[in-house]
Nanobody, 124 residues
C-alpha cells in the first residue's frame, strides 16, 4: 500500500502564492505517478495536475494552467504543487493521489491511493 500525507494548506489572499507538499511511504515512490485533485463545497472532485513517475511529463487542468506547477523529488518521496496568482475560485480541499505503474492520469478513478486532504482558502 501507499500512504500519503498532504501539508501546506491554509488561508491566503487573492493574488498570493502557496505551496502544497505531499509525502509518501509504502511502495517505491519513484514507481508511482502522482496527481493533485480538489473539491470545493457543493462541487464534484476535479482534476488539478498530474505528473508521471520520472517527472518528465506533467498535465494541468485548464483552470490552473499557467498558474500552478506540479513537481516531484523522488529522493525525498515527495510531490509538490506550487500555486501562484491564487483566486477565490481555487478555494477547496486539495488531495494528493498516487497510482502504481508510472503513467500519469487525469481521472480520479485511476488513483487508488489518497491522502486526507488539506484545506486551501483564498480570500478576495
Amino acid at each position: 500500500q501507499v500512504q500519503l500525507v498532504e501539508s501546506g494548506g491554509g488561508l491566503v489572499q487573492a493574488g498570493g502564492s502557496l505551496r502544497l507538499s505531499c509525502t509518501a511511504s509504502g511502495r517505491a515512490f519513484s514507481n508511482n505517478a502522482m496527481g493533485w485533485f480538489r473539491q470545493a463545497p457543493g462541487k464534484e472532485r476535479e482534476f488539478v495536475a498530474a505528473i508521471n513517475w520520472s517527472g518528465g511529463s506533467t498535465y494541468y487542468a485548464d483552470s490552473v494552467k499557467g498558474r500552478f506547477t506540479i513537481s516531484r523529488d523522488n529522493a525525498k518521496n515527495a510531490v509538490y504543487l506550487r500555486m501562484n496568482s491564487l483566486i477565490p475560485e481555487d478555494t477547496a480541499v486539495y488531495y494528493c493521489a498516487a497510482r502504481s505503474g508510472g503513467g500519469a492520469d487525469t481521472s480520479s478513478f485511476n488513483y487508488p491511493y489518497w491522502g486526507q486532504g488539506t484545506q486551501v482558502t483564498v480570500s478576495s
